[in-house]
């Protein structure tokens, strides 16, 4: 196992494992305001946020499903596009958004202002672990690329954790 290298590579199935079970979060907590919403929704807006916010803990969970088969290269990319996913829907959930953290005290446990919150406070973390994500990878192929037979050419195809 690649838990005791000391180039990083140990952070991969951690970051992976943290953005999946939040993602997975994501996923039961914005399907279930989809479900609750059906026809009654705040506006149009919000459906198409709230939705995007829904697609994209989608795409993010099959993608830290799937780490174990991709190469460097396309974790790097698959970690750029999510991390684009998540600031653009986290930003523009945050402008429909009608609840502060703030307007939550007091209030139930299973309120619309926490479960609102909540999916906010969820998208942000994505957008930080995905930016921790890709650091890592970058500095996993930097190290790689250092490795006796390695090349820049040939360092994304030996996988993470080659």
């Given amino acids: 196992m690649c838990f005791g290298r000391n180039d990083g590579a140990w952070a991969h199935p951690f ?7 939040l993602a997975a ?3 039961g907590l914005t399907a279930y305001q989809v479900h609750k919403h059906k026809d009654a929704w705040p506006s149009e807006e919000f459906k198409n946020r709230l939705i995007f916010l829904l697609f994209t803990a989608c795409w993010t969970f099959l993608g830290a499903l799937m780490h174990w088969i991709i190469n460097l290269f396309i974790g790097l990319f698959w970690t750029t596009l999510s991390f684009i996913f998540w600031t653009i829907a986290a930003a523009l959930f945050r402008k429909v958004q009608p609840y502060d953290a703030s307007d939550c005290s007091g209030t139930d446990i299973n309120s619309r202002c926490r479960q609102y919150v909540a999916i906010e406070a969820i998208s942000w973390t994505e957008v930080a672990l995905t930016a921790i994500l890709f650091l890592a990878i970058l500095f996993h ?5 250092r490795r006796p037979g390695n090349s820049y050419r040939n360092t994304g195809y030996n996988g993470f954790y080659a």
């Fill in 141 to 145: 192929w930097g190290s790689a690329s």
């Fill in 25 to 27: 979060v994501e996923i």
């Fill in 15 to 21: 970051l992976f494992f943290l953005i999946g079970l």
